[in-house]
DNA sequence: CTGTTAGCGCATTCAC
DNA sequence: GTGAATGCGCTAACAG
């Protein structure tokens, strides 16, 4: 058996509640008491029960999610997670609450970041703007001692605790280095549609895309940037603009959302020479336009694992315990026709199923 | 607060134990107190507190992996990860061994299998090979109530309760496309090199590569497929007799393992036309290779995700309960030159980390 | 400053 | 068939 707390009672010579006084860091142990009971802990190895712990404290974490509100197909498919790690609640020991604000509005945010302090969460998760109001909201948390976490969009320069999202930089480079072998010998220029250069996520796809562009393949001009504030009739509206005004396009690279306004505008396009297209983020019109041929690449972030994630390191950084990095890495997904997953319908294995599984689980989408 | 064994005790008129019973499908309640109990539960429905009825029981599960052996970079590495799973087990309440067998041996397998059978352990989880006495050997273990996963390779046809491992198919399939597309205009046979049909792996993802390269790149045309039995130095010996005796060769694709031996073969080939090459797995040797341009592309399964993924659904299937379908869907990563991640070193972030974020967590590999 | 004691939610002996 | 009592490893009152 491994040891507990009573073991390293009696190998210290004291009683339960001054071991746990030391175990938790609280104050009004002699420093003698303390250190004949931290080295009877490290001699005979002691390792913290976390069920157990939790159990007896009956510990909730309450937890706050601020998410951008509007139609973004990502963004709302990201939300659903977080519903979705709500109904896991009382498993997890979570206590969620979401708050939606304003895409691409400072303020908004600063404001949101505020009334969550008020609240003395466990934690905070947020998908940021890049701001220097927002960063010193941030920061306000984490001098209350209340753990931040970013969300798909990473803060730099705030002393948020934790990322979790992909490298945006790598997405950018590997979008251009896809762009450019799939173009192969053929020539003309390359329009990036954007989001909002507000958005560090953003900015950092542009930096990385551009980068191998200009290093690997300059027989290709990039285009001016467009930015289609992630809405899809604006999107539209401009991708037609630049349809109209450069006929001999090559290729585009979707770097944020709207993809709808994207799809609609190439439909109309009809009987032009090909243009490789390259999206971001694996929604319902992307899907669709993969299969039907109208995107070449989806570049993916997998927004249940970005959810679960943030809710395993919150729990993690208030408990003040050490997270596995491997696990929290999150993967950017590359996504052709050919290895797209099942549409997520139903998402879980019942209990007690028997019988043969000739079938894959997995397979791809036809 | 949510309802406990007690709130079901006093809803239903009847004691903690009985409720117990019932809980637990145990016999020796009348049918109408069982009915009685069930109402209740459901009525105010309650859920059980998995780690308040593991630290009762003091649960631990014995589990077992059976490994091929041999010098495999990605067996090994896989290895290694449930090791790691090992250094977790005081906090995870597993007890793991490793059995390691020879590589394509059905017997020896067969072996391990029924030797583990009689420990009566939680779960297996087995590297399975394609055999009809293999597939016996796990129904027997079936036949036990004893879970069986198998990873990375399946095993059709059995009783096993889950495959963690990729879509095999959809890699091939993912390999052809990015082939065909990334020789564009480029003529020439391609090469196919297998570890060894046998298993159901390597036959999946030849199956998915044939299907679409001579669908959608039927002007290349595919070489007689190469065995190398996972082998660096068998394959490195095949390689170069194929790099010989078709020296307009346009591209390889290496489905199995021994890529240490192509990537040999590879640099010996002087000043000859390019070759496109893509393999599998991600390890010291193909992450060099295609950071120095010999590789091209790179699919790839997570051995960490995979042995976390087996562990966590062994125990839900020993406990019968369900399992988060997404979070255990193993993804197929892709990997240019581009999208490679930080070698793993230190994989844990320490608690209490304070301070400036400037350098992101994750990021390329230069 | 330190020790005693009573739970957290559940499982499991034992009596009845 | 059913119920009462005890303990899993830990925390948190409350005494001393």
Known sequence: MRPTVHDIAAAAGVSLATVDRVLNQR???????????????DRIGYV?????????????????????????SFMRGLEAQVR????????????????????????????????????????????????????????RLRADHIPVLTLVSDLAGSK??????????AAGRTAASLMGRFLGGRSGPVAVLAGSMLVRDHRERLDGFRAVMTENFPGHVLL??????DDPA????????VLAASPEIAGIYSLGAGNRGLIAALKRRKNAAPVCVIAHELTQHTRAALNGGLIDVVLNQDAGHEVRSAIRV??????????????????LEIF???????????????PFEQGSNQAPEQGRQD
């Open 84 to 139: 979705a790690a709500i109904g896991r609640s009382p498993v997890e020991r979570t206590d969620i609450s979401i708050v939606t604000v304003p895409a691409f509005n400072a303020d908004a945010l600063v404001a949101a970041l505020d009334a969550a302090r008020e609240k003395f969460p466990a934690g905070v998760a947020v998908v940021a703007i890049d701001s220097p109001d927002v960063i010193a909201a941030v920061d």
């Open 336 to 350: 052709i026709k050919d290895n797209l997953p099942f549409e997520q319908g139903s998402n879980t294995e019942m």
């Open 160 to 169: 948020r605790d934790h990322f979790a999202g992909v490298d945006n930089i």
């Open 27 to 41: 104050a009004g142990v002699r420093t003698v008491t303390r250190e004949k009971v931290e080295q009877a802990i």
């Open 234 to 241: 604006l999107v539209e509206r401009l991708v037609s603009q």
């Open 314 to 331: 919150l729990k993690a950084k208030a408990d003040g315990v050490a997270v596995l990095g491997a696990q929290e890495r999150i993967r």
């Open 48 to 72: 913290r029960d976390v069920a157990a712990a939790n159990l007896a404290k009956s510990r909730v974490y309450p937890l706050v999610f601020i998410l951008p509100s509007g139609d973004n």
């Open 224 to 229: 001016p940037i467009v930015e289609g504030q």
